[in-house]
């Protein structure tokens, strides 16, 4: 993520981004004294209470740094990573979990917009409405510890990876929320031949309306599991998160990958690096031959470079063959996925 306007830039560097990774790790998160104010998220909490105002919405969310990205119940507002305050950061992170979420403009964009919309039903108690209960179901619910979603689905929209919306009713009107928020959303094109998507948007269209310009009805402005109270080092944090990815399973994808790359040191390619040099163009033609929407390649592309980073898979043989390979392994992996309702392939 980068932000050419950002406060980082012109301020005073904290003293630890010089150090290396192995003494970064031995820090406690209280000990980064990271400020919303001075971040590079700064910028783009601004743009989403601008969208939210311009949808007469006067609950405008506040914002702190946490561990991890959430919007707590029974508080409108919403947490932000801790990896976001600083480059410096951004790049531990990557070091270790393979990728940023929320690590550019548009993707922390559609993530505060999603979290947002928690902050929104928290702060209206939209859940606790027998109408919103009509459309998404039981928001009390408890939560599941894993879900198995249905990608061939048209019954929930598509913003988030991994079909978000399918985890538990709060999400669906959180993923609902964030497309009909977008300024310059085309929702009602996009989803005018999914019928139960499209009648959940036209519900929060109308929602929204009805709530605009009128006070919340809760006004807690705490903070949850801030990292000024966390005395967790940087390096108990990563080998938590580390354990909790080794839970993974094997999966039918799994064995589609193996057999199409090696687990060889010796090729001087790893398969995740391939996978993440594959452009945008290609995933749309892909989603053409493989009968599908561009999202569920992407959800594809993403959810195999973890698995081939877990499986520590390699790349076979000349780069212009491998990229032909590569090709038709993502149609078949996008058609898998397309096709298995209910079923999980590989997520």
């Not at 027998?130 to 039981?138: H, L, P, S």
């Not at 139960?196 to 948007?201: M, R």
């Not at 193996?258 to 995933?283: H, N, Q, V």
Request: proline residues 7%; hydrophobic residues 40%.
């Amino acid at each position: 993520m980068s932000s050419p306007r950002s406060p980082v830039g012109r301020r005073r560097q904290p003293a630890w981004v010089s150090l290396d990774d192995e003494s970064l790790l031995g820090l406690r998160f209280c000990d980064l004294r990271l400020r919303i104010e001075s971040s590079p998220v700064a910028p783009y909490i601004a743009r989403l209470h601008g969208e939210l105002a311009a949808r007469g919405l006067t609950v405008h969310p506040h914002v702190w740094f946490s561990s991890e990205w959430f919007s707590p119940d029974g508080i409108p507002g919403i947490a932000v990573p801790f990896y976001l305050a600083h480059p410096r950061l951004a790049r531990l992170e990557r070091r270790f979990l393979r990728e940023v979420e929320g690590g550019n403009a548009a993707w922390l964009m559609r993530i505060l917009r999603h979290e947002a919309g928690h902050a929104i039903d928290t702060a209206y108690r939209l859940r606790h409405r027998a109408d919103w209960r009509r459309v998404f179901g039981k928001g009390t619910a408890p939560y599941p510890t894993a879900y198995t979603p249905r990608p061939g689905s048209h019954r929930y929209v598509q913003h988030l990876g991994h079909w978000y919306a399918q985890s538990h009713p709060t999400e669906d009107f959180a993923e609902t929320f964030a497309v009909w928020l977008k300024p310059r959303s085309t929702w009602r094109r996009d989803y005018a031949h999914w019928p139960v998507a499209l009648a959940k948007l036209e519900f929060v269209d109308c929602l929204m309306r009805e709530v605009a310009g009128t006070p919340r009805q809760v006004h807690s402005r705490a903070f949850v599991e801030p990292l000024v109270a966390e005395r967790r080092t940087l390096r108990e944090h990563y080998a938590h998160m580390a354990a909790l990815r080794r839970l993974g399973r094997t999966t039918r994808a799994d064995r589609v990958l193996e057999r199409a790359f090696t687990r060889d040191p010796a090729a001087p390619r790893t398969a995740s690096g391939l996978l993440r040099s594959f452009g945008s163009k290609p995933c749309h033609g892909i989603a053409r031959e493989a009968g599908c929407t561009a999202y569920v390649v992407h959800q594809v592309v993403r959810a195999a470079i973890r698995r081939c980073d877990a499986l520590g898979l390699r790349v076979r043989g000349p780069g212009r063959e491998a990229r032909r390979r590569l090709r038709r392994l993502l149609v078949r992996l996008a058609r898998l996925t397309a096709r298995a309702p209910g079923r999980r392939v590989i997520m």
